[in-house]
C-alpha cells in the first residue's frame, strides 16, 4: 500500500489565505448595512480579512530575496552539505517542467553533476510536500525536478530532520538528452531535448548515520 501524501498546512498555504481574505472583506462588505448582527459579523471579517493579510506579509517576508522557503531552494549558505552513499538510480519527475534549469547546469564547468535534496518541497501554489532536486555547483541552485513519490515518502521526514537540523544531502546525478549521455569523444556537443536526469537514490542507512 502506497504511503499517503504529506501535505503543506492550509494556514501557511498562499491560495487558502488569499481565499480567506477575500471571502471575509466580502462578508464585510454584504453586512456593513445590516443592523447590529451585520456589525458584528463585519467586524469579525474584518479581524479575520487582516488576520489572513498580515499571513500572507510574513509569508512573501519568508520567501522573498535570498531565502529559501518551500517552494524554492535559493541558497546553500548556513547549510553543512554531505555527500551520501548511494544503493541505486532514480529518474527525477517532472524535468520536462525544468528543461531550462537543466540546461544551465550543463553549462557549468564541472562536468561531474550532483545534486542537493531539499525536502518538504511543494510547486508553485501547490500543498504536497515532496523532496526536489537542484543541481549545485554553479552561482546558485538550478531545479532538476521531484524524487519519485515512492521515495518521497520514504526518506522526506529523514531529510527534512537533517536539514532542521542544518544538513543537506547531494547525491550524484546524470543528464540524459533524448535518451542518451554525453559522447565522451565529443563533450562539447549539447544534448537534444527533451532532458532527463537520473540521480543517485541516498541508502537509507547512510542518512540514518548523518548526526547534526
Known amino acids: 500500500m502506497p504511503a499517503p501524501r504529506r501535505k503543506l498546512s492550509v494556514v501557511v498555504w498562499e491560495p487558502f489565505l488569499l481565499g480567506l481574505v477575500i471571502v471575509a472583506a466580502l462578508a464585510a462588505s454584504i453586512t456593513a448595512r445590516l443592523p447590529v448582527i451585520g ?10 480579512a487582516l488576520s489572513g493579510v498580515v499571513q500572507l506579509v510574513r509569508l512573501g517576508f519568508r520567501s522573498g530575496g535570498e531565502r529559501n ?15 551520501v552513499s548511494v544503493d541505486g538510480v532514480l529518474m527525477l519527475d517532472e524535468t520536462s517542467r525544468r528543461q531550462d534549469s537543466i540546461d544551465l547546469a ?8 550532483t545534486v542537493v535534496l531539499w525536502p518538504g518541497a511543494t510547486r508553485w501554489l501547490g500543498r504536497e510536500l515532496r523532496v526536489e532536486a537542484y543541481f549545485v ?11 519519485p513519490r515512492g521515495t518521497d515518502a520514504s526518506i ?18 546524470r543528464v540524459f538528452g533524448d535518451g542518451k549521455l554525453t559522447d565522451p569523444a565529443r563533450p562539447f556537443t549539447r544534448l537534444a531535448r527533451p532532458l532527463t536526469v537520473e540521480v543517485g537514490r541516498p541508502a537509507d542507512d547512510a542518512i540514518a548515520a548523518i548526526q547534526p
Open 69 to 83: 522557503s518551500t517552494s524554492r531552494l535559493a541558497t546553500l549558505d548556513g547549510f553543512d552539505v554531505r555527500a
Open 137 to 147: 555547483g554553479g552561482p546558485r541552485p538550478a531545479r532538476a525536478g521531484f524524487l
Open 106 to 113: 550543463l553549462g557549468w564547468t564541472d562536468p561531474a553533476l
Open 39 to 48: 456589525m458584528i459579523i463585519g467586524a469579525i471579517a474584518i479581524v479575520i
Open 156 to 173: 522526506g521526514q529523514a531529510l527534512e530532520k537533517l536539514r532542521d537540523g542544518g544538513v543537506l544531502v547531494t547525491v550524484p546525478a
